[in-house]
């Protein structure tokens, strides 16, 4: 009988240089702090010995082009590269550097996605999707020189309307629960993004956060209160630029009902940063 | 709005190099053939990033095409 083995959620921009550029020596130091302590929850992780590794992460528009966007997605195949981009600026420089290619774990990742079908769950799949910074920066922070498990990268659509909504993440990260506790495997979950940022995915609004929103969002995951944050709206997800969270539900539910411990939280105005790890052991 | 072709103009120039430098050297050529209102051609030609996010332009996108700031 298959576990987790393992859980935590993370902000995935783990990368000095951005908040250097773009909101100065507290934000590069903030970073910084968190990198740390991410590398610290690695070797948590590592020393958990995971047979996979599900990653529950984003799409910023490199993947998905406008021509199809998947609502949840299994990455399936054998093995899944690093997405390239040619004179990358920003935030995907952060995958300059690190490993070409990664292994899939095809049976955990084919069991997610054809027991979910028969769920009721209509996950697209991707053969050749590659992966951005949601997904390698904070798996390259976590690992180190460390070799990565095979991955299952788990994409949710968090920034083109209409996404899924809190509560149908929250399922989905129920099904995971229950294809790992049919399986054999051990399994390390974790999601990445957040917390609030690009309110409103505005140009106006880059710069502002809402740690109101964010205390209150970690407070319930401390707590346990899974129910409220599978009840938030799209609009509140929307209006706080909390979009990333969907990634945090699914990693609730899979997790549910463990508490939550916070590892970190940082308040830097562009963007408020957090990890957390839930007792899952 | 054809929120729809404004975003994959912006997917372009963020992922084909060729259409990025064409754009940046002759917009009007480049945009020929898009399904774009006047008001959302004009704010390409003129880089308006503001403009276009307003006109439903994604705003990861925009913030990451090479060697277009905003």
């Known amino acids: 009988?298959?576990?987790?083995?393992?859980?935590?959620?993370?902000?995935?921009v783990l990368y000095p240089d951005y908040y250097g550029e773009n909101v100065g020596p507290h934000g590069r130091k903030m970073v910084e702090e968190l990198i740390e302590v991410v590398r610290d929850?690695?070797?948590?992780?590592?020393?958990?010995?995971?047979?996979?590794?599900?990653?529950?992460a984003d799409d910023h528009l490199n993947v998905f082009s406008f021509d199809a966007v998947p609502a949840?997605?299994?990455?399936?195949?054998?093995s899944v590269s690093r997405m390239v981009q040619d004179d990358a600026i920003e935030f995907d420089r952060a995958l300059d550097g690190l490993p070409e290619r990664y292994p899939v774990h095809e049976g955990l990742a084919n069991a997610i996605l054809e027991q979910g079908l028969q769920a009721g769950f209509d996950f697209a799949a991707s053969w050749s999707a590659p992966l951005d910074h949601?997904?390698?920066?904070?798996?390259?922070?976590?690992?180190?020189?460390?070799?990565?498990?095979?991955?299952?990268p788990f994409w949710v659509n968090c920034f083109v309307a209409p996404q899924p909504t809190a509560q149908r993440c929250f399922a989905a990260g129920r099904h995971i629960a229950r294809v790992v506790a049919d399986g054999p495997w051990k399994v390390a979950v974790i999601a990445t993004g957040g917390l609030s940022h690009f309110p409103e995915l505005s140009l106006a609004r880059v710069g502002q956060s809402d740690p109101v929103f964010d205390?209150?969002?970690v407070t319930l995951m401390e707590a346990g209160d899974h129910a409220a944050l599978a009840a938030l709206t799209a609009?509140?997800?929307?209006?706080?630029?909390?979009h990333e969270?969907?990634?945090?539900?699914?990693?609730?539910?899979?997790?549910?009902?463990?508490r939550a411990r916070v590892r970190f939280f940082g308040e830097m105005g562009r963007i408020d940063l957090a990890a957390l790890e839930w007792d899952v052991a | 709005m054809s929120r729809y072709d404004t975003n994959v103009i912006l997917y372009r120039l963020k992922k084909d190099p060729a259409f990025r430098d064409r754009f940046r050297s002759d917009p009007s050529t480049a945009l020929a053939g898009t399904d774009l209102t006047e008001e959302e051609r004009q704010a390409f030609m003129r880089w308006d990033v503001p403009r276009l996010n307003e006109l439903?332009?994604?705003?990861?996108?925009?913030?990451?095409?090479?060697?277009?700031?905003?």
């Open chain 1, 1 to 12: 009988m298959g576990r987790i083995v393992y859980a935590a959620a993370m902000s995935h």
């Open chain 1, 41 to 56: 929850m690695g070797r948590t992780l590592a020393a958990a010995a995971p047979d996979a590794l599900v990653v529950v």
């Open chain 1, 72 to 78: 949840l997605c299994v990455r399936v195949g054998r």
């Open chain 1, 134 to 152: 949601a997904f390698l920066s904070p798996v390259s922070t976590l690992y180190g020189d460390r070799p990565v498990p095979p991955l299952v």
């Open chain 1, 215 to 217: 205390r209150r969002a």
């Open chain 1, 235 to 242: 609009k509140e997800l929307h209006d706080t630029g909390s």
């Open chain 1, 245 to 258: 969270l969907l990634n945090w539900l699914v990693l609730l539910g899979a997790v549910s009902p463990a």
């Open chain 2, 56 to 70: 439903g332009g994604m705003l990861h996108l925009l913030l990451s095409i090479p060697g277009l700031g905003h």
